[in-house]
Each structure stands twice: as C-alpha cells, then as structure tokens.
C-alpha cells in the first residue's frame, strides 16, 4: 500500500533516464507520483495541490534537466520544498512573559492532550528547571482530572487539587492564582476533548483563553489523523487562536501528511512530538525528518542523532579504529545488540530506516522481537573470552556447549555467527570507506550496519 | 414496538446530523463543479479529489468514479443525478459489511473484545455498547482491561454505573490478560449474557503491546476455546490512511470480527471506511455519533453513502 516515493520514482526515472533529458511532461508524471505519494500519507488534498503547483514551477528548471540522476533531483526539490513549508527550522515553546506563564493546551478527544501536559511539564522541570503546575479544566469525560493527578505524580509535578463542580474557567482563574502563589514559573492547563465544531466547548476554551491570557495555546494532534486536519486546525485557530503544534503517536507507522496539512492551514511552528507511551517520550520538532517521513524516505537523521546519543563516545572511537583495522569481534557484536536495545531495538530502528517498510513488515510477520536480541547476548555471554576474540577456534563439542550455556539450539549459535561474519566483512568495507572519507557513505552501506538480516529466525 | 422505532429515529437524525456536517462540504464541492455538464474525465478528476478529501484515500477514490464512468461517462448529468449515483456506488461496496453486533444466546456470556489504538474511543464505546446491551435486558459484565492509562478503570467504572453494568477490576499496572480471565470466570459464574473487555490503546506498530493483546485472547480461550466472540477495533473517524495498517496487524493480533467507527460528529467523513469495506470486508458494527451514552448507532450503508454523498433526506 505505502510504497516510498523513492521507489515510485525510481520506476518512472528508469524509464525516462534512457531517453535522456527531462520534459516538462516527465516532470508531471514524477509529480502525479509524489501526489499520490503525499495523499497516502493523508496530506490534505487542497495543501498537497498547491505543493505540486510550486513543485513544478521549481522543478521544470534547469537544475532538474541538466542533473544526472534526476530522479533524486527531483526528490531534492520535493524534499527541500516540503522543509520550507513544514517551517524550516526547529521552534521552542514560547514562555517569554512574566511567570506564572500559562500554557494551554487544546484538542480533539483523544489526540493525546493529557499525556501531552505531562510529558511538556516534566521536560520543562527536569530539563529546563522551572517549577510546575498542572491544571486540568477537563470536567467532561469522566475520570479525566485523576488522569492528570496520577500522571503528575508519576512525573512528581504539582496537580492543582480537583474541586468538584467548578466550571473550566474558574479552574483556570484558580490554578493560576495557585500558580502566583506557590510562586511556580509555568502552569500548563489542559482542556476537555471537543469538536471542533461544538459551539459551546469552543466558547468555553475561548473564555479561558481570555481569562488566563496564555503564553502558548498548545493544538495537541494525532499523527495518524487524515484528510480532516485542515478543519480541526483551521478551527482552532480561528476560535481560540492557536499559536503552536504539537503532533503525537509519532512512533507509530503513520506517515504524518497532518503535520503539513496543519502547518499549513494555520501557519503555526509544529513545536513538539510525542514519540511513545512514556512519559519521557518527548522530542523537539524536525522539519526534514518529517519530510522525509511524509515522501516514505525514512528517517536516516534521527536513526544517526539517535545513535549519536545513546553510543558512548568512548566506546565508538574504540569501535572505530577496530573498524579501520579490520578487527570486530564477537564483543563488539555483542556491545551492538546492547546499543541497538537501548535504541528502542529492531522496531524502533528500522521504523527509522529508509525504505525498510516491507522488511519490517516481513520481520514482523518473522515474529522477531526483543528476546531474540537478548538470547543473541546470552550465545556471546556464554562464550569464554578466547572465543570471543577468535571465532576461528569454535568447533563442534565447542557450539554445542555454548548453545547448552545459553539454551538455544546448535542453529541458533551457527545463525549468529554466521551473522557475525557477514558483519565483520561490512565492518572492514566501512573501515576502507571511511579512510576515503566518510561522507561517501551510502544510505544502502548504512543500511548494511545494522545487522537485523541474519538475526532473523527464519 | 413504538418506543423502539423513536430510538432508531432518534440515532438516525443523530447520524445525519453528524454526518450532514461533514457532508455538506462534499455536497458543495459537487454542485460547485457539476451543475449540468457531461460527465467527462475533468469532472472525473474533481469528484476522485471530492472522495480522496473525505478519506477514501486514492484508490478507493479512482475506483469509485472508474464505476461512475463506465456507466454514465460523456452523458449530461445534474448535481442530484451524480450524488445519487456516487450514493449508489459507495452504498455498493459499503452493503456487505453493515452488520450490527449480534449476540450469539448459545454463549453465556457472548465475551467482546475491544481494541484500538490510543484515543479513539474504546472505554467510551464499551459504556455505550453497555448501555445498549442492557436496555435490551440483558446482564453486562465489563472488564477494565486498560491497566496502562492513568484512571482510565476509573473511567470505566463511571460508565458502568451510567449503564448498569458490573465492573471487574484490577490494579492499575496489573496483568490485563489475568485480569481478563477472572472477569470471565466471574461473569460465567454469575450467568452473564455479555462480557465487554475493555483494553488498553496501543499503536498497531508496538510488537510487545501486540503480543500482550495476543496473550488477552489466549487466557480467554482458556476459559472457553470459541472466545472472543467478538473482536472489534474502535476506529477514530478522522483518522486517515493509517487505518489499513489498523485494521491489517490488529486483525492479525487478534482476529477482528468487526469495526466500530466513533467521533463521526465531527467533520471528519470516515470515508476510509469505503477502502476498508473493499480491501477486508469486515462487518461495520456500529458508530459514535457523539459523547452521550445512547450516542451509538447501527451502521446503515445506505445513510452513510447518501450522507458521504451529500444527499440530504
């Protein structure tokens, strides 16, 4: 169903390389595939026409007919396009104003907005150092001010005590009066699910609004949500002046059209993403990752800021001159599979990769998960240190003792090795690369690192 | 007999009300560029992105108006003229799958899985479907499976006493397919008619959360091998394409036996229900129509085409 725009295009271009130079009809062709490709993604249609519309302006150009692999040029274009419009640069939440700084956040029912507050709230108490407050106004769906409580707590950060039967504008007059008091820099408010289309509930928030006269009003969105983004946003922006984005359930396969589609309408940063369940799943807004997520191309930047964080410095340098001399052995394989867990495992890399969509969905149907990495980990531990330093010695009665140490079968030892091998020799390629000069590294060579293929149980 | 024909009134003008609203958009765009002209391959292409806005996604929308074109192509049409037959075609594929939820009595209690992915509704459709239930006088049983969000048993134990239905808990962080187990047990003893298992949302894509599922619906066929009796994921009509992959892994996960489509009052057109009908053909069971505890309704193809179609009864 998803194929990525790099393969879309990729047929129409083997196509049109053999003849040469690029028409203004081929261009029209390659952009009815990347209108497909952004309406699969459920860009909304009038946002995804006008895209076009200034694609091909663009495109049609000299740099596309004079380029080589066209193709990617036309990729490029599309791609850089779509960063402009997505706000090309990273935007932080606004709290210049005098403290309490009230931050309300809106939505529609079920977008995420109470494990938003919380997620903003501990970001901003653990990272940025601010004193917190928490106040739901949401008196409509039953149970949902405990919500909060039980979130705040968990996230030890204030709650503004529920008084049962107030009205959501006197909660917020309340909270932050609170706020001043208890002398707390940011209080963040979070609203009751509405339509957008509900008069009374838009009223209301709009008289919180008044009340309060919040820093940021904070639009909580689905990632998954389709052609209807538009309205959502545009309404909300029109009733209660939305000044900023945040997209959530970004973790999951949604290809995220409604970010553009949002942005768009509204004009308004897409400041945050929510990127799991926890509550530490918070991450800052990139525009070319989205892009590139929305044209199926992967999210190569993220996988390598990812990997940047969670890799011990010291221990890639060590890796590193172990790559340059063609040395990577089974405890480095096996300081791999620790990296690659800590990195949210198999699932969250390859939801990185690009053009990983149909692997992914074969390991799945593989059953691959977790425990598989961990029982590679539990083969190495039960290999002596001179094992694991040469592979070479590893005979018959020497596997077998090894699969019994870990309770795997003989297979499940010869897998791995046999994995291991395919990597060492990736390994030494990266080190004869990297001496040309990193940056020659192509997207299938990173693909290659990352050793998934031979740990699939078949 | 009478009070029942009011009810069914009552969801109706409720769903038209609905869906009207998002309607009417579609409906404008039609008249707007039909008027009376022949249906040539420009009006082809305005009606395509009339149905891709609504969520049909592009190829159920190319499909639609391809069957629109093979019978009335280069013929003058009207605005009414084309609603109807877009109605007709729509109602076409969406026929086969109006099913509501039918409880089988040879089951005691018919055990109800409800899934979905976070937000869209499952707690607040299990209240309704509660509620439902019981207004046919039978005795409901829901499990507070969502052992994950924070109050959502909280939640769950507000509808249940909304609808009159008893709730089997746990601890919050508890094992929700243990939990699941001994509601079952429980409502067996008790000689329940219905067991709604409430669970938590989880994204389609989360293997480990997908398991858990997995495990729900092993415990239960512990306790009787034909459980769940059903297996319904709650669909958020606004959301868009993703759906496939919704309805593709959680039907892997768990067997889906149908679909409930909630937050229709809204503007979203949950036209990805067409894409669904005719790419897995799982029975629509019902919609939400609104947050109010009667706010659920039978899916009826027929409304739902005229409704997507604009037409106005």
Redesign the interface.
């Not at chain 1, 529609?108 to 995420?112: E, H, V």
């Not at chain 1, 409509?140 to 949902?144: D, E, K, L, T």
């Not at chain 1, 973790?251 to 290809?255: I, L, S």
């Given at each position: 169903?998803?194929d990525s725009l790099t393969e879309r295009l990729g047929e129409v271009f083997t196509r049109l390389t053999k003849r040469g130079a690029l028409s203004e009809g081929d261009v029209a062709e390659a952009l009815r595939e990347v209108r497909?490709a952004l309406?699969?993604?459920?860009v909304?249609?009038p946002v995804v026409k006008d895209f076009v519309k200034e694609v091909q302006a663009r495109a049609v150009g000299a740099d596309v007919l004079k380029s080589v692999t066209p193709g990617q040029m036309v990729i490029k274009v599309v791609h850089d396009h779509l960063i402009e419009m997505l706000g090309g640069e990273t935007e932080e939440l606004n709290l210049r104003a005098t403290p309490p700084v009230a931050l309300l956040v809106v939505g529609?029912?079920?977008?995420?907005k109470t494990t938003s507050v919380a997620k903003i709230g501990l970001r901003l108490t653990s990272i940025e150092k601010k004193k917190v407050l928490l106040a739901s106004l949401d008196v409509?769906?039953?149970?949902?001010q405990?919500?909060?409580?039980?979130?705040g707590e968990?996230a030890e950060i204030n709650t503004l005590p529920v008084i049962d039967g107030q009205v959501p504008v006197d909660i917020a007059k309340r909270a932050m009066e609170a706020g001043k008091l208890g002398g707390y820099d940011v209080v963040i408010l979070d609203t009751a699910g509405r339509?957008?289309?509900d008069e009374a509930l838009m009223t209301e928030v709009a008289a919180v609004r008044d009340a309060v006269q919040p820093a940021e009003v904070l639009l909580v969105a689905?990632a998954?949500?389709?052609?209807?983004?538009v309205?959502?946003a545009k309404s909300f922006k029109e009733r209660v002046g939305v000044t900023g984005i945040m997209l959530t359930?970004i973790?999951?396969?949604?290809?995220g059209?409604?970010a553009l589609s949002m942005r768009q309408v509204t004009g308004c940063p897409i400041k945050l993403l929510g990127t799991g369940?926890k509550l530490d799943a918070l991450e800052a807004f990139h525009p070319d990752r989205i892009a590139s997520r929305i044209l199926g191309m992967g999210d190569v930047v993220s996988l390598v800021e990812k990997a940047a964080e969670t890799i011990d410095k010291e221990d890639a340098e060590k890796l590193e001159a172990k790559f340059l001399k063609g040395q990577f052995d089974l405890d480095d394989l096996a300081a791999q599979l620790r990296q690659m867990r800590r990195m949210g495992g198999l699932?969250g890399l390859m939801?990185m990769l690009p053009g990983v969509g149909k692997a992914k969905r074969q390991m799945?149907g593989a059953n691959?998960?977790?425990r598989s990495l961990l029982r590679q980990e539990a083969i190495i531990s039960s290999m002596t240190l001179k094992e694991r330093r040469s592979v070479k010695i590893l005979n018959g009665s020497r596997r077998r003792r090894i699969a019994a140490g870990a309770g795997v079968e003989i297979q499940d030892v010869n897998r791995l090795l046999k994995q291991y091998r395919q990597m060492a020799g990736m390994m030494k390629k990266v080190g004869k690369l990297s001496r040309k000069g990193r940056k020659q590294l192509s997207q299938q060579d990173l693909k290659n690192l990352i050793p998934p293929q031979g740990g699939i149980p078949r | 007999m009478a009070e029942t024909a009011a009810k069914t009134r009552g969801w109706l003008s409720r769903l038209r009300g609905g869906l009207a609203k998002s309607a009417s958009s579609l409906g404008d765009g039609i008249s707007g560029l039909v008027g009376k002209r022949k249906l040539d391959d420009e009006t082809l292409q305005d009606l395509e992105d009339l149905l891709i806005s609504a969520d049909l996604g592009v190829a159920a929308a190319a499909a639609v108006t391809k069957t629109l074109a093979a019978t009335r192509y280069g013929k003058d049409v009207t605005t009414q003229q084309v609603r109807a037959a877009l109605a007709e075609e729509i109602a076409t594929i969406l026929e086969p799958v109006a099913h509501p939820l039918v409880l089988d009595p040879a089951h005691k209690p018919f055990v109800i899985l409800v899934t979905g992915v976070n937000g869209t509704g499952k707690t607040t459709t299990v209240g309704k479907l509660a509620s439902h239930f019981r207004e046919d006088g039978k005795t409901v049983f829901l499990a507070a499976g969502d052992t994950f969000r924070a109050a959502a048993i909280d939640q769950l134990k507000i509808w249940g006493e909304r609808a009159g239905a008893r709730v089997i808990a746990g601890k919050v962080g508890a094992d929700a397919a243990g939990l699941a187990f001994d509601a079952y047990s429980e409502a067996r003893k008790a000689g329940a008619d219905v067991l709604l298992v409430d669970t938590a949302g989880r994204l389609q894509t989360k293997t480990n959360l997908m398991e858990e599922l997995k495990k729900i619906v092993r415990v239960l066929k512990k306790v009787d091998e034909s459980a769940p009796h059903a297996s319904i994921l709650v669909l958020d009509a606004t959301t868009g394409q993703n759906a496939h992959s919704q309805v593709e892994l959680f039907s892997e996960a768990c067997g889906l036996t149908g679909l409930v489509m909630t937050k229709l009052d809204g503007t979203a057109r949950g036209g990805v229900l067409v894409a669904l009908a005719s790419r897995f053909g799982l029975p629509i069971n019902a919609i939400g129509v609104g947050e109010e505890i009667e706010d659920l309704a039978a899916f009826d193809a027929q409304n739902f085409a005229r409704a997507l179609a604009g037409i106005a009864d």
């Open positions: 169903m998803f497909v309406l699969e993604a459920d909304a249609l529609l029912q079920g977008s995420g409509h769906r039953p149970a949902a405990e919500q909060l409580r039980v979130l968990q339509l957008h289309i689905d998954l949500t389709g052609q209807d983004a309205n959502v359930r973790d999951g396969d949604a290809r059209g409604a369940e699932e939801a799945a691959i998960d977790e | -």
